[in-house]
């Protein structure tokens, strides 16, 4: 999949894409982000749970500290 500015949405570093305090207007991961699949879960939500867990489209480097974690695959125990 080819890396798409739709999936900056949300994410702590989207601020860069949007002309503020970045020379260049971008945000400096996005030319080697790649788009993946991933679990999303809330912050505070507890991983003991399958269900608490939803899987999403996203870039690699997706993040939003204090709001929602992102792995790669479910935690071992879930599996």
């Known amino acids: 999949m080819n890396r798409d500015k739709k999936y900056c949405a949300g994410c702590h570093d989207d601020y860069y894409n949007h002309d503020n ?4 207007g971008e945000c400096w991961s996005f030319k080697r982000a790649e788009v993946i ?7 505070w939500i507890p991983m003991d749970k399958k269900e608490n867990f939803h899987r999403v489209t996203t870039h690699d480097c997706h993040s939003e500290p204090g709001q929602t974690a ?3 695959e479910l935690p071992k125990h879930l599996r």
């Open 70 to 72: 992102f792995l790669k």
């Open 37 to 43: 699949q991933a679990y999303a879960i809330g912050w």
């Open 21 to 24: 305090h970045s020379d260049t």
